[in-house]
């Protein structure tokens, strides 16, 4: 072998090391976790989101409050901003990394896919055989996020008219029966872009604002056989609406958060106290609908307990997950302090 071919093969080694460098650089600068606890954490933080997102009237934004990442999650989507795009247009990737939040995004999300396709079943039959129980936990969970939530609000009484906004707002969406809407791409969308605003806002599940849409269907029927040119039409149009809907949208909650802290938090929480309709454990069907050979209530009314046994096996429950929220807050603040 001649010199200038091992000076060449020297050169070119040195040149894939110094770039694996600066990508593992690149990589570590992007805001997120950083040991194996942290994203472990982060992880299982998404696998209650995830669980939540699943459930009809439960939203993965709750969760992210009562975790205590909600604000982060909100920084994190708004990382994919314009420089982040001009930096990936001029072909500097390793530039666009180190601005994006993705070690947070990817852990996340990786928990949110697990739960989305290991708990479905065991959520679905959970609301179908112990439709009571499960409610109280998510309940309880819900009341004492409020009080967490509603606890950093400083000025109280000058934010509280927004607190009644929120409610008002949520329990009257909670209430609307769902539509027969058109099937035209600005339609799909539209709602694409509404359904992923209220994922990550707590207190309103994006599968009841597709319900509520009349989509719900048409979009799960489409998801059912994907790569059908039709279907894969529908599914590419939705997508885009996601995507609009959720890097909109997350800026403008972020903004709310850093420009009016207050009066932000205060319709959040008046969101999730107006949202407590939709997961108060005792009620009756008054109206349903059979998607694809699943029952889903499309209109429903709050009743009353009554004194029984199961009663005092769902307020117990409702106990425990009022009592979870507060000790994963008491850690959360421990951690923030540390």
């Excluded at 020297?10 to 040991?35: F, H, I, Q, R, Y």
């Excluded at 709602?191 to 979009?219: D, E, H, T, V, W």
């Excluded at 998607?291 to 429950?317: C, H, M, S, T």
Aim: net charge positive; aromatic share 12%; with cysteine.
């Amino acid at each position: 072998m001649s010199p200038e071919s091992t000076d060449s093969s020297v050169k070119s080694t040195s040149e894939k090391n110094s770039s694996a460098g600066t990508w593992k650089k690149a990589w570590m600068t992007s805001p997120g976790p950083k040991t194996f606890a942290e994203h472990a954490y982060l992880f299982f933080k998404g696998v209650g989101m995830g669980t939540a997102d699943i459930v009809p009237g439960v939203s993965g934004g709750t969760i992210a409050f009562i975790t205590g990442i909600y604000e982060a999650l909100l920084t994190a989507i708004s990382s994919v901003n314009s420089r982040f795009i001009l930096q990936t247009l001029r072909l500097n990737f390793k530039q666009a990394l180190s601005g994006l939040h993705l070690r947070f995004l990817v852990t996340l999300v990786c928990g949110i896919a697990l739960a989305i396709i290991s708990t479905s079943h065991l959520m679905h039959y959970l609301l179908t055989e112990h439709p009571t129980q499960t409610w109280s936990v998510f309940f309880g969970l819900i009341t004492a996020s409020i009080i967490v939530v509603g606890h950093t609000i400083k000025n109280r009484f000058a934010s509280f008219p927004t607190v009644i906004l929120g409610i008002l707002l949520a329990y009257g969406i909670t209430g609307i029966i769902p539509l027969h809407t058109p099937e035209d791409p600005w339609f799909i969308f539209f709602s694409g872009m509404i359904a992923i605003c209220a994922m990550i806002l707590p207190g309103l599940s994006g599968s009841f604002i597709l319900l509520i849409l009349g989509k719900y269907a048409f979009i799960t029927a489409a998801l059912r056989n994907p790569f059908n040119l039709d279907n894969m039409e529908i599914i590419l149009i939705f997508i885009a609406g996601c995507l609009i809907g959720i890097l909109g949208f997350s800026r403008i909650l972020r903004y709310g958060l850093v420009r009016w802290h207050d009066y932000t938090l205060a319709i959040l929480t008046g969101i999730m106290i107006g949202s407590m309709r939709k997961v108060w454990p005792w009620k009756i069907t008054l109206e349903s609908q059979i998607i694809r050979g699943k029952e889903y209530v499309l209109r429903e009314e709050n009743v009353w307990p009554q004194l029984d046994f199961e009663f005092w096996i769902a307020l117990l429950l409702m106990g425990g997950g009022f009592v979870l929220v507060i000790l994963l807050d008491k850690i959360s603040r421990k951690r923030t302090e540390r």
